[in-house]
């Protein structure tokens, strides 16, 4: 299995290399893009989570002509430039992260904030939710310290059982809140976004990172208080779920067959230090291909 199989297996990696985007992720900020007009009217932007920013490239090109343009974009990881993006490296759930983020939009003025923050899975269904809930949160914080009335929040959400009660609170601050698919996002995933525009906060609400959004500090729920919350159909609530992207067009639940003489291409910015970055350079080293191989011939991590 190398390059060229991922190339048959995922349309929209193939693609990515293709159109000299950084992540296949770009296309599933279009595809939404095509369905809710996000940049109509948008100069400044927080891209959060934005590593190795094919989002940012997105928001890059979008704003290329606007001269008061301001893009923040922020991920753990180091990220390569990107032109006019500003970029910071920090935990987004961390204070002093927020706050510098934050001082990059004096008096609240971003028109939106995007975030497609998420853990290395664990495939621990639970445990990947509540940890991707807690980047989906702090997103949210940070947008009521640098949103504008008016201003639109997207975030990615790994659907669970908490989601309504997320969509029912979003619905406290935003006067619409869908989710949406994107085409590019397999079906098989239980990833999809939150699009919640027209921010128009409570009248008399105060942001606090101290003391966040949501975060239940007084009081601690039982499982029983907790499932006779969740069977109340007043706790529940349900937001339109929107597919996006040309329902014609490439599927990312599809393999293609790549085109006779096809060449595969490499990735337009590999991440620039990933955490598999050892390994790597154990399996040029060892001149092997397969993390089984270098097993047999006795490399160890800290070869
Ligand atoms: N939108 C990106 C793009 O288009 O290139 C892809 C984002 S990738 C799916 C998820 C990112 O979330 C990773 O780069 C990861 O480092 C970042 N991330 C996870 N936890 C984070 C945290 N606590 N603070 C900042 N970034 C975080």
Redesign the pocket.
């Known amino acids: 299995m190398g390059i060229r199989s991922k190339d048959k297996r995922d349309i929209y990696y193939r693609l990515a290399k293709e159109q000299g985007w950084?992540?296949r992720?770009?296309f599933k900020l279009l595809q939404i893009d095509e369905r809710f007009d996000l940049f109509k009217d948008v100069t400044k932007v927080v891209d959060?989570?934005?590593?190795?920013?094919?989002?940012s490239q997105v928001l890059s090109k979008k704003l290329k002509e606007k001269e008061d343009a301001k893009i923040v974009s922020?991920?753990?990881?180091p990220m390569a430039p990107i032109d006019n993006v500003i970029c910071l490296q920090?935990?987004?759930?961390s204070q002093k992260t927020s706050d510098e983020i934050i001082s990059h939009f004096d008096g609240g003025n971003a028109d939106l904030v995007v975030c497609?923050?998420?853990?290395d899975v664990t495939g621990l269904h639970d445990l990947d939710e509540y940890i991707q809930s807690q980047?989906l949160l702090a997103a949210f914080n940070i947008s009521t310290f640098v949103m504008r009335p008016g201003g639109t929040f997207v975030s990615k959400i790994f659907r669970g059982r908490d989601s309504d009660l997320i969509f029912h609170q979003f619905q406290m601050f935003f006067k619409k809140v869908y989710l949406a698919k994107p085409r590019s996002s397999r079906a098989s995933s239980i990833e999809a976004f939150v699009v919640a525009i027209d921010y128009c906060p409570p009248e008399g609400f105060v942001p606090s990172l101290r003391n966040p959004l949501m975060k239940d500090v007084d009081y601690e729920e039982t499982a029983y208080e907790r499932d006779q919350r969740r069977k109340d159909p007043a706790n529940r609530h349900f937001v339109p779920f929107v597919v996006c992207g040309d329902l014609d067009g490439w599927s990312s639940d599809v393999s293609y067959n790549l085109p006779e003489g096809y060449v595969s291409l490499k990735p337009v910015q590999p991440p620039t230090e990933p955490a598999y970055k050892e390994v790597l350079e154990m399996k040029k080293e060892k001149n092997t291909d397969t993390l089984s191989e270098m097993m047999e011939k006795g490399c160890r991590m800290e070869d």
């Not at 959060?48 to 989002?55: F, I, R, V």
């Not at 922020?74 to 990881?77: A, F, K």
């Not at 497609?116 to 853990?119: I, S």
């Open positions: 950084r992540a992720s770009a959060l989570c934005a590593a190795p920013g094919s989002w922020v991920d753990l990881q920090g935990d987004i759930t497609d923050g998420a853990p980047l």
